[in-house]
């Protein structure tokens, strides 16, 4: 049991942000098991207020790069899950929208696990009435979360970033 514990640890602390791909196609196998492991987070009543639109194709990619000061990595990724939230399943905001977060991050999880690379680009969001639109989905009905932008890792370019730093654990708690 402990190897096990041991490996999800070091997977949750090693997933970092991924910007630069290879573009190499990824099976659909793959892409079931990533919405599969974000369908496994925990929502409020069980509600699941997800809808995901899995998009690879070039022209949807550039539309939705469009709306993007990061649309290079949008359109540079194999694929793009554009995930919302249906307004319908939900029952409580804030709850919906934190569920929202957890299938976004097992998502991410799954993908680094995968030995892929992902971003969850949320500065999109200030465009979600027209990402709707490219969908023609209603406002009334989809929120846009976020989009995730999943591919093979560049190595070449990743690689040489600076490391990752966390806050001290100490700055952000208080002990009662």
């Known amino acids: ?17 991924v910007r630069n791909f290879i ?6 196998n793959t892409i079931r098991e ?3 492991c974000g369908r496994w ?17 070039p022209t949807v990619k550039r539309m939705i790069a469009e709306q993007s000061k990061y649309g290079g990595i949008i359109e540079s990724a ?15 905001r804030v709850k919906d929208v934190l569920a929202m977060g957890a299938f ?12 892929l690379g992902a971003v969850w680009i949320g500065e999109i969001l200030k465009n ?12 009334e ?6 989009v995730i932008t999943v591919g093979l890792i560049d190595d070449a370019l990743e690689k040489s970033k600076d490391g990752r730093e966390r806050r001290a654990i100490d700055e952000f708690i208080d002990w009662f």
Request: charged content about 25%.
């Open 78 to 92: 194999y694929l793009n899950f554009v995930v919302f939230l249906d307004l319908e399943r939900g029952y409580d």
């Open 23 to 28: 573009y190499k196609k990824i099976d659909n």
């Open 128 to 139: 979600k009435e027209k990402i709707n639109e490219i969908f023609k989905l209603s406002t």
């Open 34 to 36: 990533i919405l599969d």
């Open 141 to 146: 009905k989809y929120e846009l979360m976020g």
């Open 1 to 17: 049991m402990e190897s096990k514990t041991n490996n999800l640890l070091d997977l949750i602390k090693s997933r970092k942000s």
């Open 104 to 115: 976004i991050q097992n998502m991410l999880l799954c993908v680094h696990a995968k030995g």
């Open 41 to 57: 987070a925990p929502s409020g009543q069980n509600s699941q207020p997800w809808k995901v639109c899995i998009v690879s194709h």
